[in-house]
Every structure is written in C-alpha cells, then in structure tokens.
C-alpha cells in the first residue's frame, strides 16, 4: 500500500519533449494528408453528433474536503457540451463516443492565461488503450498507415487490442452512456481524481434504427422533448501502485475507490438544429488545460496534450481557408 506523500505524485520521462515534437509533427502530417484541401478538422472525434447548451451545477452539502476549485461553493454555471464520436465518420460502426464539457465564467487562477472555463474531456471507455505518449505515437501510426502495418500493430500488442475491442459500442444515445476522463487531475494540493460523467436516469429507452447519423438523430429527438440530467462525480486517488498517475491504460477500481457526486450536468430541451449551431460547434476548442490550478491536469498524458493541443489549435486555424 502506498503512502500519502506517494498520491498525485508525477514521474516525467526524459524523453518527454521529444517524443511530444514527434507527436505534433505526425498530427500535422496526417492532418494535411486527410485534407489536402479545405479546412482542416480535428484528428480525433472529428465528427460531432451535435453541440449543446447546458447548466452545470455544483451541488450543495458537499463534505468540506470537496470544496476545492470550481466545487469550492454551490452554484450552477452555464456550459457548452460536444457529442462526438472519436475516429468513426459514420454512426453504424462501433466506436468510442467522447463528451467534452466547457463549464463558462469560471473565476480563479486559470492555468490558461486568458481563459475563464473550466474543460473536461471525457470517454466512453474508462482507460485508453496505452499507458504513455510514446506508445500512442506508435499506435497511431500503425492506425494511420492502415493494412499490413495496422494488423501487425494488434497482432503483437494484446491488451491494446483487448482494450479496443472492449470500448467499441454502439449506444442508443448518447445520453445514455457513462464517461471518464481515463487520465488524472488534481483536487487540491496532494489529491488526484479521475471524472466521471453519467445519467442520473438508468431507464430504458427504445433502440434506434442504426443509421450513419443514428446518434445525431436520437440527440436531436430527446431534448426536443425532455431534459436530461447527469451526474459529475470524482474518484479518489487510493493507491499509487494500483491506480496510477502515468498509465492510461490501468483503471482506477470504484470497488476500491467509489465514485462521489460533486455536481450535476443539466441538458434542458432545446433544438440542437438552430441556425449557425453546427458552426459554432466545430470552431470550439476543448483543452483540459483550460482549468483552475487546483485541477491540474496530471500524467504523461496530460502534459503532452498541453503541447499538442495549442500546437494543433494554431495548426488548424492557420489553414482554415485552402484551395
């Protein structure tokens, strides 16, 4: 069992920024590969099923070792909430489905100059399929140069296999899944949590048809006709050994380590087809630097996607209009 002094703990590897140049190179490579005209787009969850508006509220009650950062007093908050799926351009395959959180006016010492939100990037699936940056560079390479070199990536990488075959779904909505944030943020000076976002509703709704844009279709039915809420829960850091700050890849056990509510994600009925919608939600970007101190991004994960996530930001809007 390991010690106090041991939770939240972070172990940089020195070759850290090299292999981030080597991640942001590939990334604009493949990116301008994809789209060798037009606007380029995301690399990752690339297509949205669709933005919405959404209240996030803090809840009252909390235990005073909750009350730290945005969780500090009751309040709601006005957010900004993306569907999408993470690598899939149509709705029929089976994939990870990714929620990514914009919590709005979010007063405090923000770690991104300039910034007042307050993000949270989330999966459908509780851990990624590698621990590290250096091993998802090797990943994605073998993904991106397809065939041969793709089947002989999973052929000699098992448990990335398993792991991927295990978060393929196909949801009947998309407000009908939990989501994590697979990697570790602060909660205060020495605590470490992982996000977890899920219905308060455990009720059955009926199977949609499975088409390309089942997922879209399904999001705009439901909020034309009801609201929909979520909880926002954290999971402790217990153990150092057992639930790790640098692998990705290992889950944090609820049996070990239950999740607690700290607020809930209100999405009321709303359109999500108004005018100009679509636009908006493509030119959102969603960092999980963009985030109060006391929820410090944690791992090797993390601090490589504070690199690449500025490096692709300016990437993309530097090529917005091309011939």
Known sequence: MSGPLDLAREAVSPDEQSVTADFIAFLKAA???RHPTGTIRRFNQTRASGCVEAEF????GLADELKVGLFQHPRSYNAWIRFANATTMSDREK???GMSIKVRDVRGDNLTRGTDVQDFVLNSHPVMMVP????FLELLRAVEAGGWQRARYFLTHPRATRIAFASRQQPSCHLDIPYWSTTPYLFGDGRAVKYIVGPVSHAEHRRPTVTDTYLHD????????EDVALDFCVQFQRDARTMPIEDASVEWSERESPYVRVAEVRIPRQSIDVPGRDLVCERTSFNPWHSLAAHRPLGAMNRVRREIYHAMQQ???SNTVRT
């Open 315 to 317: 990437f993309r809007e």
């Open 31 to 33: 990116s301008a590969a």
């Open 95 to 97: 994939d990870v489905r």
């Open 132 to 135: 590290g940056p250096r091993e």
């Open 57 to 60: 509220t803090v809840v009252t």
């Open 218 to 225: 399904e999001l705009r039915r439901r909020l034309s006709t």
